[in-house]
């Protein structure tokens, strides 16, 4: 059993070791990583309508907020673990949260990763993740399989 957990650990570590190999040939670093999140959450909050829900959401805790979405941004890039939340449970009940924020969300992350990191292959790792990770909380969110179902639906009207 011990040495399953060394083999694992050793494993664990060249995932991560890999990971930061490829994000330094990227140019991103952990410095990086930290100016994006500052840099786009307080974009996000002077945002005319991604401002007010999550100020509403996050009074108080925007310290606590930028620390987490660091060490989410860490564990993505560097596979190292850093952050064990739970994005959607997070995300549920979110007062204000619709559809069309999700939107000008990309957008100014786009907009922010621009200024942030020169290099178009930093940029593109970063926008696709962030399309993979939106496109996921807004299935989980809105979503509604019943909506597919071809049974579920109404009759289309006969003329």
């Given amino acids: 059993m011990a040495e399953e957990l060394v083999a694992r ?11 930061r190999a490829d994000m330094a040939a990227l140019g991103i670093d952990q410095a990086g990583i930290d100016r994006l999140v500052e840099t786009f959450y307080g974009r996000i909050a002077a945002h005319p309508a991604l401002g007010p829900v999550f100020h509403a959401r996050l009074d ?11 060490r989410f941004w860490s564990a993505i890039a560097f596979k190292n673990g850093a952050y064990g939340g739970k994005p959607v449970q997070a995300h549920l009940g979110i007062k204000g949260m619709e559809e069309r924020l999700f939107a000008d969300w990309l957008q100014l992350f786009g907009e922010t990763l621009a200024e942030i990191f020169p290099g178009a292959d930093a940029r593109a790792w970063f926008m696709t993740t962030a399309e993979r990770i939106a496109r996921s909380l807004f299935l989980a969110l809105f979503y509604n399989p019943a909506l597919d179902d071809p049974a579920g639906r109404p009759a289309a009207p006969r003329g």
């Fill in 9 to 19: 650990a050793a494993h664990v570590e060249a995932i991560s070791e890999r990971a």
């Fill in 60 to 70: 108080g805790r925007w310290d606590d907020h930028l620390a987490k979405m660091k």
